[in-house]
């Protein structure tokens, strides 16, 4: 048996480049849906658990799908994984822009949920990373983890401009015309397999059983659980917290200037900033991860989020203090998948690397579920999401922690 084609030598490679517009696309709708928590929950009269809990809904499925939609692109191809998934995220759209029960709009958010798993990081990292050389497959990871974030900066303030254009039904079969065009960058996407030929003997079902029996697997597994939990939460709830909590944006200042004048708007532009932040974060911290131990990267990482948070709800807010810390919290926002699918290809190899990669992700978004779910319980149990985030400083602090005794070598390759 002959190995396969090698990855070529130059860092941008058309995978690179047509992966991290799907992943730009994809995230911009996604990013949004916190911009829709009040209108949608206003129009209906819902408490806020509702929306919320559709939103939860939608990260449940796309953790359960990511794995799932990994092993199709595996088996059958990944551009055939990539167009199942485009489908079923814009279909979901559509037929949530028809809803109008919760129990309507949390069924549909499976299908939104799945669609994001099938044009997401476990497939797209997947390709990337096989597209690669060993030398350039950390920044490659980067640049793609970051294209995703730029599609954070620009969906929330689009969503916020376009609501005030149309009403949220419209904006969702906008949003799903988006998700669509991504289609068209599929001829891009051809990706050499993996060189090893033990690795391309191995099939999924033993890589997978040594992997999930593989302590170091484990620590991954539940040191991404926090990840999940923070950025979800904020992504479904941080808009409204501004929006309900901070104080008046001052008439004739630097906000004012920009055409932010409500704290509406400034929730919508604080998740932009976040993804502002988050493309040179995570550029940085895949440049990073050719130096320097990954393992001990995201801890830093982990601790860093922990302790920005813990800043953020002790202090006033203020306009100032939501602007810093989207920035800082933006910085180290999605530094952290880079480093985790790295980590994984680079203990187990690339050939199930986005089956691997899914089934930790699926951590992940429980964590999401936990996050966007319980935010909308607390708050209207208690009007307040303070609780919700002193729980996200503790996770940070466990990820921190657990990421500590993970083993970086090689795990050693068998015979199918």
């Known amino acids: 048996m002959t190995a396969t084609a090698r990855a070529p030598s130059n860092l941008i490679t058309p995978v690179l480049i047509g992966g991290s517009i799907i992943l730009m696309l994809g995230f911009a709708v996604r990013a949004s849906f916190g911009v829709f928590q009040i209108p949608i929950a206003e129009e209906f009269g819902w408490p806020r658990i509702e929306f919320s809990l559709a939103i939860a809904i939608q990260n449940l499925a796309w953790g359960i799908g990511q794995p799932v939609f990994a092993a199709i692109g595996e088996r059958f191809g990944n551009r055939r994984a990539i167009t199942l998934g485009a489908l079923v995220y814009a279909a979901g759209l559509v037929l949530s822009a028809y809803s109008t029960t919760p129990g309507e709009h949390q069924l549909w958010n499976v299908l939104i949920g799945c669609g994001i798993a099938g044009t997401g990081f ?41 609501l005030g254009l149309m009403a949220w039904p419209s904006v969702f079969m906008v949003f799903a015309g988006v998700v669509l065009a991504g289609l068209l960058l599929l001829p891009m996407l051809k990706t050499p397999g993996p060189g090893a030929r033990a690795e391309i003997e191995e099939s999924m079902a033993v890589v997978v059983s040594r992997a999930i029996r593989d302590p170091s697997y484990i620590l991954i597994f539940l040191g991404f659980f926090s990840c999940g939990y923070q950025l979800a939460f904020m992504s479904a709830h941080f808009p409204a917290f501004v929006a309900e909590v901070c104080g008046a944006i001052a008439p004739g200042g630097l906000l004012a200037s920009l055409g932010v004048t409500t704290t509406s708007q400034l929730g919508a532009w604080a998740l932009g900033l976040i993804g502002l932040a988050n493309v040179g974060g995570t550029l940085l911290a895949a440049k990073l991860g050719n130096h320097y131990r990954k393992k001990s990267l995201l801890a830093l990482i982990y601790t860093g989020r922990t302790v920005i948070a813990a800043w953020f ?17 933006g910085s180290l926002w999605l530094a952290t998948v880079p480093l985790t699918a790295g980590l994984i290809g680079q203990i187990y190899g690339l050939r199930y690397m986005g089956t691997l990669y899914g089934i930790v992700f699926l951590s992940h978004q429980l964590g999401s579920f936990l996050g966007v779910w319980m935010g909308g319980l607390f708050y209207d149990l208690y009007g307040s999401y303070q609780a919700v985030w002193w729980i996200g400083v503790g996770v940070g602090a466990f990820s921190a922690v657990v990421h500590l005794p993970i083993r970086e070598a090689r795990a050693e390759l068998q015979p199918a």
């Open 313 to 329: 709800i002790l202090v006033p807010m203020t306009p100032l203090t939501v602007i810093v810390f989207s920035l800082a919290m």
């Open 122 to 162: 476990g497939v797209i990292l997947a390709m990337v990373g096989r597209a690669a050389s060993d030398r350039n497959r950390s920044m490659a990871l980067g640049i793609a983890t970051a294209a995703g974030s730029a599609g954070q900066i620009i969906g929330p303030p689009a969503a916020e401009y376009l």
